[in-house]
């Protein structure tokens, strides 16, 4: 069983920056894909972002790609997203999510996490 829990999300101005962390646990978490899904008002869910259990694959939608970055820290049961140069377009609640397969995550993840709402202003 794997329990995420995300943070960092807030207001941010257009062409701006933010982290977002999500906290994992579960001793499986070293071996597991980790990643991002986001949900804009009144759209369908949207993959963002993974990243497999290594760190050494990332995989991005092209609306992020460039823009946002997928890293994790094993040592801290820890997966971040950085996003740069955001757009009113980002808004959305961003959800933490893993997956044992790293091909799987990017369609229906195993676990998810409650989300953190990051909102871009124009």
């Known amino acids: 069983q794997v329990q995420l829990v995300e943070s960092g999300g807030e207001l941010v101005q257009a062409g701006g920056s933010l982290r977002l962390s999500c906290a994992a646990s579960g001793r499986t978490f070293s071996t597991y894909t980790m990643g991002w899904f986001r949900r804009a008002p009144g759209k369908e869910r949207e993959f963002v972002a993974h990243i497999n259990w290594s760190g050494s694959n990332t995989y991005y939608a092209n609306s992020v790609k460039g823009r946002f970055t997928i890293s994790r820290d094993n040592a801290k049961n820890t997966v971040y997203l950085q996003m740069n140069s955001l757009k009113p377009e980002d808004t959305a609640i961003y959800y933490c999510?893993?997956?044992?397969?790293?091909?799987?995550?990017?369609?229906?993840?195993?676990?998810w996490g409650q989300g953190t709402q990051v909102t871009v202003s124009s």
């Open positions: 999510v893993s997956d044992s397969n790293f091909v799987a995550i990017t369609r229906n993840p195993q676990y």
